[in-house]
């Protein structure tokens, strides 16, 4: 009968140091990624806002996924105003920017076209958004670790290194459906115009063909009146 209370023990210091452990993994720094798809119609332009802080990153790609000429144009601008990048009928872009406090604006200018509209694509990925915190706070709340063998630290370290991986595996996904969109829509278009004119050229052929049979069936005729 000792064992079992015994056993009860050991496992309440288990499950404490595992709640202990995801209690710390919650305190970390952590990247924030979204991703929008809107459409852009002709003459028009679409700006958009992200706060940012000292210190931070921000990361924007965008793709143009539908649209004659598949361009826009596109530039970021500082919270003082400052324009930091432009891209002129590009299809696409990946920018970083190492920011300051503020609101900073990126925009989709589709004013150059005034007949086709745009599905654009982009994707925000914002890193060290808490960089106020202090690193080392989550240590206060772990105790009795060297009741284990291996280091907090180092349990701390592979489960930010996994999910630092399976982020990025993330974001690639998204982009790359992103180009499979595109190239979906690009061929779809494609497809619709070889059917277009290969009906054209069927039509304008079935005419020749028609014009030729009359003009050499009016080279045999005989047009001689005959009298009887």
């Known amino acids: 009968m ?37 459409t852009l ?7 958009f806002y992200q706060t940012m802080k000292k210190d931070a990153s921000l990361e924007i790609e965008y793709q143009v996924l539908d649209g004659a000429g598949l361009d ?66 989550w240590k206060e709340y772990v105790h009795g670790t060297d009741m284990l063998d291996m280091k ?13 991986r399976l982020g990025k595996s993330v974001q690639i996904q998204t982009v790359l459906r992103a180009f499979e969109a595109r190239d979906r829509n690009l061929q779809e278009s494609n497809f619709d115009r070889v059917n277009f004119w290969s009906v054209v050229n069927l039509v304008v052929m079935m005419l020749v063909s028609a014009v030729q049979v009359y003009l050499v069936r009016s080279l045999f005729e005989d047009k001689r009146k005959i009298r009887t």
């Open 72 to 137: 826009v144009d596109f530039f970021i601008s500082s919270p003082s105003g400052q324009m930091l990048f432009s891209d002129y009928h590009k299809s696409d872009g990946v920018h970083t920017v190492e920011t300051e406090d503020g609101d900073y604006m990126f925009c989709f200018d589709n004013t150059f076209s005034s007949v086709s509209e745009k599905i654009i694509f982009f994707e925000l990925i914002l890193d060290n958004m808490n960089v106020d915190e202090e690193p080392d706070d």
């Open 152 to 164: 907090l630290e180092d349990i701390m370290d592979t489960i930010n290194s996994v999910k630092a």
């Open 41 to 47: 119609p002709a003459g028009r332009k679409e700006c």
């Open 2 to 38: 000792e064992v079992v209370p015994g056993f009860l023990c050991v496992l309440s210091v288990f499950v404490a140091l595992v709640s202990e452990r995801f209690v710390a993994l919650a305190a970390f720094s952590q990247s924030m990624d979204s991703d929008f798809t809107f």
